[in-house]
């Protein structure tokens, strides 16, 4: 399948206090994802990718994964289809 896809996921463990941001920020940048990502409030980490059906999927089975020290307990789709981005960006807390 090709074409652009934009997901908007919640990742959900321990991945705070991990580099699970840094780390989200370079793969989808070798991945040639855009989007942003940032930490929330209640210890999950919310970011949306945008790029080839191909390239987000593989994200997505990355982020199940995460850095070293991570333990991901969930990838939540929260949803698809929404805005356009250019480049990948670290955000602040929400």
């Given at each position: 399948?090709?074409?652009?896809?934009?997901?908007?996921?919640?990742i959900e463990g321990r991945v705070q206090g991990v580099g699970y941001?840094?780390?989200t920020e370079a793969t989808a940048q070798e991945l040639e994802l855009s989007g942003w990502v940032r930490?929330?409030?209640d210890g999950s980490v919310e970011?949306?990718?945008q790029g080839t059906h191909a390239q987000v999927d593989d994200m997505l089975r990355l982020c199940a994964?995460?850095?070293?020290?991570a333990?991901?307990?969930?990838?939540?789709l929260i949803g698809e289809?929404?805005?356009v981005y250019e480049g990948f960006n670290v955000l602040a807390t929400a």
């Open positions: 399948m090709s074409g652009e896809r934009t997901v908007h996921v919640r941001r840094a780390w930490n929330r409030r970011l949306v990718l994964q995460g850095p070293g020290d333990r991901v307990t969930g990838v939540r289809g929404v805005g």
